[in-house]
């Protein structure tokens, strides 16, 4: 069995669902993961600009915390478990 990546246009999202969702019916396609986390860009820009004031502000963080942070947004944002 093939495995591959899409990227949808979101107004296109609905009708490729109902699509996939059809050939899963019929067993031609399997689900593996059922997740979509998407972060906009807006939403990036925030974070970071959040970031930087701290940074200026003199606020860091141990490296022992910036590692289990990181681990957590690799998880979270990304699906990815770190070891």
Sequence with gaps: MQTISLKVEEAFFPHFR???ESLIKDKKVEIIEDTINISSIEEVRKRV????Q???KGEFVSQENYTTQMKDF???ELGIAQR
């Excluded at 600009?49 to 930087?52: K, Y």
């Design 18 to 20: 109902a699509l996939i």
């Design 49 to 52: 600009l959040a970031s930087e």
């Design 54 to 56: 701290r940074i200026e």
């Design 74 to 76: 690799f998880e979270s």
